[in-house]
């Protein structure tokens, strides 16, 4: 195996461990991960093997989100907005729609997208310290990567509306409260241990009762995202035309608060 890889693929026994592995960029998602990502799960889907997926990070967050430095490429390129789109809607569908539960260890720190990818999973050990956040319309865009799907579907919509409206950083601790985290650890370290403890437990069970409830289950998570999922996209990438994104790069860069103008 290659540990230079931006995401790392092992199996151990039943369990397939997925990491993502660019602890340099605070496992910022770009276009190329993005594609790595879903090759991944693709990948575990059709394992004979694997029963369970394990998703976990390296470093000090699980994921920063996206690439701010992206968005200016992303508002000059159609064809990049559009290849980004349509990763963005398989990424997140391989993961509500997947026959094999996922289990995620949070140690860190999950941000825009990065939350979305932890959200979109079925069970999630969070260290109390890490924080979650969809800050998508600090930067001027439309929660639209998932976000809009995953956080309404698991603490409800008018708390979800609380925390995508303005961005706001909440702890796992809280997030633990309100629905978003099933799970507890007290240090960075316990949080991938402890989660791969629930994987085994998943993994020495009957092998179509487990598929059998998750793919009943997918089927609550699909009828959600048929509901919201690609329109968010859509109004995402109207955005990502906006001088406005341009100015939330520049504001981000120079310090300064940003002057919107809604064009």
């Not at 961005?167 to 629905?179: D, F, P, V």
């Amino acid at each position: 195996m290659d540990n230079n890889q931006p995401i790392l693929y092992t199996e151990e026994g039943h369990i397939a461990h997925v990491r993502l592995n660019r602890a340099d960029t605070l496992n910022a998602i770009d276009e190329d991960m993005h594609a790595r990502l879903l090759d991944v799960l693709n990948e575990a889907r059709k394992s004979e093997q694997a029963r369970v997926i394990l998703f976990s990070s390296e470093g000090r967050a699980f994921s920063a989100g996206g690439d701010l430095n992206e968005l200016v490429a992303l508002h000059k390129e159609l064809a990049k907005r559009k290849r980004m789109c349509d990763i963005g809607l398989r990424l997140i569908e391989a993961l509500i729609d997947s026959p094999i539960p996922i289990v995620t260890a949070l140690q860190g720190d999950a941000i825009v997208l990065g939350a979305s990818l932890v959200l979109a999973t079925d069970i999630i050990v969070a260290n109390r310290r890490a924080r979650l956040a969809d800050t998508h319309v600090k930067v001027g865009l439309v929660a639209g990567d998932g976000g809009c799907l995953v956080w309404p579907m698991s603490m409800g919509l008018n708390r979800a509306k609380r925390y995508l409206l303005t961005g706001k950083m909440l702890s796992a601790e809280k997030a633990c409260e309100l629905g978003l985290i099933t799970d507890l650890v007290d240090t960075p370290e316990e949080a991938l241990p402890a989660a791969r403890m629930i994987a085994k437990e998943i993994a020495s069970m009957a092998p179509m009762a487990i598929s059998g409830t998750k793919k009943a289950l997918n089927e609550l998570s699909k009828a959600r995202a048929n509901e919201t999922f690609t329109i968010g996209m859509a109004y995402e990438q109207l955005c990502l035309t906006s001088t406005d994104i341009l100015e939330a790069v520049a504001s981000f860069k120079e310090k300064r608060p940003p002057r919107y103008t809604g064009k």
